[in-house]
């Protein structure tokens, strides 16, 4: 199979994973979980920031800005532009299944004192890791949601100086901070 041809089903895959780690979520309404600490390299929201741009989805009317790049060498985007709904239903979370099952898992986690319902599905494809992600979180009396995946490059198959390089650069980027620094700009009309 070509290179290209594998990548489009490599795409396919992983937005078929966010589609059911989101649908998981969905079906899950009881609240649990704790409040977990974050730390990792911040990505933050600056209106008319260089390298961000502002994503309106034509249907709902729901704005929110996303760095066009994460400027990082061993961790890149998968599916991206990010994407975001409000679902007319409260914001709940219980932490369920594990994070490298075929089904994802999800966990509460807060994030610069703001509580998500966390979904991450993990899947090792072609040498790479992909996380796949759903951050929802309360938007007023619904819950809203910021959907992305993010390429991890398999650090074990550089030299020792790179190897060092990516584990260290994905050591201290954090999903959570990025989630939160897209979710901080979603503008609800």
Not at 62 to 88: G, M, R
Request: glycine share 8%; net charge positive.
């Amino acid at each position: 199979m070509s290179k290209k041809l594998l990548s489009v089903i490599a795409g396919v895959v992983v937005l078929a994973a966010i589609i059911a780690v989101y649908a998981a979520y969905k079906n899950n309404n009881h609240p649990a979980g704790s409040p977990a600490g974050q730390t990792g390299n911040i990505i933050s929201a600056v209106a008319g920031k260089p390298g961000w741009e502002t994503m309106t989805e034509s249907t709902s009317g729901i704005s929110f800005e996303y760095p066009t790049s994460l400027n990082q060498t061993y961790v890149s985007t998968a599916i991206w532009p990010p994407k975001a709904e409000v679902v007319d239903q409260p914001f709940a979370c219980a932490k369920t299944g594990s994070v490298t099952s075929t089904t994802g898992g999800t966990e509460k986690v807060s994030v610069n004192g703001r509580s998500y319902c966390k979904a991450e599905a993990v899947q090792t494809m072609a040498g790479s890791v992909y996380d796949r992600y759903v951050y929802a979180f309360p938007e007023g009396s619904n819950t809203a949601t910021v959907a992305f995946a993010l390429r991890f490059a398999d650090c074990g198959t550089y030299n020792k100086t790179q190897r060092a390089a990516c584990q260290n650069e994905q050591k201290l980027f954090s999903a959570n901070n990025l989630a939160d620094s897209i979710a901080s700009t979603l503008v609800v009309k």
